[in-house]
């Protein structure tokens, strides 16, 4: 069987990083295309994979004016600019992967949705935390009724102080207007793998949250407008200056430091945070998404959840407690502890999968997807995609219902977002 063939658009780190499952699986898959207005980004993933030059665009309009050349695309714009092109290619035949969120808005969402139905081509988006061995595990033993059932769910996202800062704060998901509400760009992941895992319809929600401290109103007396120029940035802990320059004198030049700038040195990375948005005081940008929220849920059948997503951790493992009639289950993305009432016993399960590679981030979970999504390509078979159109609309109206809750103060039904 001949690989299946990808165009990427969007050679930033998440094209950049799925387009590396083609390398490491010749015979399934090969990068034949990728349009890319960064010329660095762009050259970069034509040189790895190769790429003749007459696949090679600056724009994706131009790749989606030529006949169809390959099999699948993988849409990896920023968030803003995802229905365009997931429409335009949905007419020209192309399968398609899209990075997550969907669109900013539901009516986006079902542009979309209603496209790729209407062209009949294969579709999955990035919720890559569906598809990691954890998540696989998880749903096994709920389904195997070790808790007996399922009533009730505490998730939580510790996002990171210092990873707030970075992308949240001083990065490309600061501002609304720009890219899209908190809960849409970093937890609509998190969203979707609760009504994933909870497996019943969400019917409603409320939810709470704000900008509580990265405002101007927070800025420590003496503070610079950049942090190179600050008398308190050493003793600040969301220093620019500390947060990338001690990477790299770890060897750290992966994200987020070649963020700032693609071949990271002291010299480069000293004059992106002079010039660049990284550098400046974290309590003097133009961001206005929240640092924290709470969202209520309640599902079919009477089941509840709550999800806490905060700025204000060390950034780690999100962690999970789900309460059954039978028993108790808690994770943190590695292991699972289960709780038995009938034997007051505590059984340990250790789903970690060691892979430092970029196809190893979320826990193998973006291994998982682009798997899945070659394999449903190949096979011409939907059926393999766990985070397809339905699925994620229906998570996508979550987190409209609940940003819709958190900014009218009340409860909120799913289904009139």
């Known amino acids: 069987m001949s690989p299946v063939t990808l165009l990427i658009v969007g050679a930033g780190g998440r094209g950049a990083g799925y387009a590396t499952f083609a390398k490491a699986h010749p015979e399934q898959a090969r990068v034949v295309g990728v349009a890319e207005p960064r010329e660095f980004y762009r050259s970069h993933l034509a040189a790895e994979h190769p790429i003749p030059p007459a696949h090679q665009f600056t724009d994706w309009r131009t790749a989606a004016a030529q006949p169809r050349f390959a099999d699948a695309v993988l849409i990896c714009t920023q968030d803003a600019m ?53 998540t696989r595990k998880l749903r096994q033993l709920l389904d195997s009724g070790v808790i007996g059932d399922l009533v009730s769910l505490q998730h939580l996202e510790p996002v990171g102080y210092w990873h707030q800062a970075h992308s949240f704060v001083r990065g490309n998901w600061r501002n609304e207007k720009e890219s899209s509400p908190m809960l849409l760009a970093k937890s609509c992941h998190d969203l979707d793998w609760i009504l994933h895992i909870m497996g019943k319809p969400c019917e409603d929600v409320s939810s709470f949250g704000s900008l509580h401290h990265f405002r101007a109103d927070q800025k420590p007396a003496g503070a610079a407008a950049r942090c190179l120029d600050c008398a308190v940035e050493p003793t600040c802990p969301y220093s620019a200056k500390r947060i990338y320059m001690g990477r790299l004198a770890k060897g750290h030049l992966a994200w987020p430091v070649n963020v700032l700038t693609p071949n990271p040195t002291e010299d480069s990375l000293m004059e992106a945070l002079r010039q660049g948005p990284y550098g400046r005081c974290v309590y003097a940008c133009d961001n206005d998404v929240v640092d924290h929220q709470v969202v209520n849920f309640k599902f079919q059948g009477g089941r509840s959840g709550v999800f806490t997503m905060t700025a204000f951790t060390k950034s780690g493992h999100r962690k999970t407690r789900l309460f059954g009639t039978r028993g108790e289950l808690s994770g943190d993305g590695d292991k699972i502890l289960i709780y038995d009432f009938l034997t007051d016993q505590t059984t340990e399960v250790d789903t970690v999968a060691a892979d430092s590679s970029i196809l190893g981030g979320h826990g193998g979970g973006d291994y998982g997807l682009m798997k899945a999504f070659i394999s449903a390509v190949a096979a011409k078979d939907q059926s393999q995609i766990l985070s397809g159109p339905d699925e994620s609309l229906e998570s996508h109206l979550m987190v409209f219902a609940s940003e819709k809750a958190r900014r009218e103060n009340r409860v909120v039904s799913v289904q009139s977002v």
């Open 82 to 134: 995802h229905v365009e092109p997931a429409v335009a290619f949905a007419k020209l035949g192309y399968h398609i992967l899209l990075e997550k969120p969907m669109a900013p808005d539901a009516a986006g969402c079902r542009t979309i949705v209603s496209a790729v139905k209407k062209a009949g081509v294969l579709f999955a988006v990035c919720h890559v935390m569906r598809y990691t061995g954890y």
